[in-house]
């Protein structure tokens, strides 16, 4: 069945380095591609999209490519910041018309 | 602005007790789904619904309940809460085509079950 793979946490960096946080994918189909954005004690936040190959989501100064020739939706930022700490999960649009299939989140820790 | 309300942040409730969860959006969506969140385990689905009345189990649904009577309010209840069922509970609801629009989540509510 459809599966999510990130890459596991916590990811320590310090303010104002690159980041990448690996999202690779197993789907039948064209899914859609999401990253979602947990800071502590809140609910999730939609990040960013990708609805099909080769395009690009982007917020925030957060970008993510949809590659299919390598099933990965790979997040990144050029310059992160303390406010960045958090929770980022992966998800896809599955088969079903209702569901996502989830990742299981990467922590991020930011230090000054 | 848009949103999903949780009823309650923080709930405290003794062992034994019937658990009500409230989730109400404003959105007009048709899905709605109820997740909980433990460290190293990720969001496990409990329940879903499509439409009024309807309902469907998700990944984990042992001892939980739902109702959806009416399409903005969907219920999670606990018949007798366990201490295993300590936990954040997530809230979220959709539009069909869940591929395009994905989830809109509510802030959360912590559950401990004492």
């Known amino acids: 069945g459809d599966s999510v793979t990130q890459m596991e946490g916590p990811v320590t960096l310090s303010e104002e380095a690159f980041l990448t946080i690996n999202c690779t994918y197993t789907?039948?189909?064209?899914?859609?591609l999401f990253w979602y954005v947990q800071y502590p004690g809140e609910g999730l936040q939609l990040l960013l999209k990708?609805?099909?190959a080769d395009d690009k989501g982007s917020n925030k100064g957060f970008e993510a490519t949809y590659r299919k020739e390598t099933t990965s939706f790979h997040l990144e930022k050029g310059s992160v910041q303390v406010s960045d700490s958090a929770v980022y999960f992966c998800a896809l649009s599955g088969n079903s018309n209702y569901q996502l299939i989830w990742g299981a989140g990467t922590k991020l820790i930011i230090k000054p | 602005d848009v949103k999903v309300t949780q009823s309650s942040r923080y709930l405290v409730k003794r062992t034994g007790e019937k658990v009500f969860l409230e989730c109400v959006q404003d959105m007009d969506h048709e899905n709605m789904f109820w997740y909980r969140q433990d460290p190293g385990l990720g969001l496990r689905l409990i329940y879903f619904?499509?439409?009024?009345?309807?309902?469907e189990k998700g990944d984990i649904p042992e001892g939980y309940s739902v109702s959806r009577e009416k399409k903005e309010r969907f219920s999670l209840i606990l018949e007798s809460a366990s201490t295993n069922q300590t936990s954040m509970y997530l809230c979220?609801?959709?539009?069909?085509?869940?591929?395009?629009?994905?989830?809109?989540f509510g802030s959360g509510t912590r559950l401990t079950v004492v």
């Open positions: 789907a039948t189909g064209y899914p859609s």
């Open positions: 979220a609801s959709s539009r069909p085509g869940t591929g395009v629009n994905g989830y809109t």
């Open positions: 990708a609805t099909k």
């Open positions: 619904s499509y439409d009024v009345k309807m309902k």
